[in-house]
């Protein structure tokens, strides 16, 4: 395991040498999987020396740490304005529809991301912590902004939105392997809006 002590960049050649390492990382982490992409291959497409990884890195896995933080932060931005701009009182169907749309679309358009980087939040207590967190943080927000108008306490509304984000999430899982077809997913959806209604706005 490599111990070289790792440089924090300041100056902006520094770190858009760095965010290049980790764009590099994310797109072969992707195309070829994590296990099978070597620091050599993300130097030479991040346009660096594999000496220069290193500078900024410890190992591969301090490389994919930073991989699944762009991934996140990508799939923050997703949700970010249905979090910020709508009103969940007024419009709380049409959250939960937006909600879903927007998850079945990140699950989308970052396929290969998704697939690789959860398959390896199994095998990896850290990726799998930063997931959590993410969850955690979503949750959390969603709890504030629904508990202004809910009965329920919110020790149990918080409970509620996970069991609603693990009917989301399963949703997406079974449309993008194909389990549900396109001319089914409407109906689908619909139910799903159902039970999270029926869940989150009963006492």
């Known amino acids: ?99 879903i749309d927007t998850a079945i679309s990140s699950h989308q358009m970052n396929l290969e991301a998704h697939n690789e980087f959860l398959a390896l939040a199994l095998l990896n207590a850290d990726i799998q912590n930063l997931f959590n967190k993410f969850e955690e943080e979503t949750l959390s927000i969603l709890l504030e902004k629904i508990a202004k108008y809910s009965l329920t306490t919110d020790e149990l509304l918080l409970e509620k939105l996970r069991v609603s984000y693990g009917i989301i999430e399963n949703l997406c899982h079974s449309y993008i392997s194909s389990k549900i077809r396109e001319d089914e997913l409407e109906q689908m959806k619909s139910i799903c809006v159902s039970l999270i209604v029926e869940l989150l706005q009963n006492p």
């Open 1 to 99: 395991m490599a111990t070289n002590e790792v440089r924090i960049p300041k100056q902006k050649r520094s770190i858009e040498k760095k965010d290049a390492i980790i764009k590099a990382s994310y797109t072969l982490f992707c195309e070829k999987g994590y296990y099978k992409t070597n620091t050599a291959e993300i130097a030479k497409m991040a346009g660096v020396s594999t000496g220069i990884v290193y500078s900024y890195f410890q190992d591969k896995k301090d490389i994919l740490i930073e991989v699944v933080k762009l991934y996140i932060s990508r799939l923050n931005k997703q949700f970010q304005p249905i979090l910020e701009f709508f009103d969940f009182e007024k419009d709380f169907i049409v959250v939960i529809n937006k909600f």
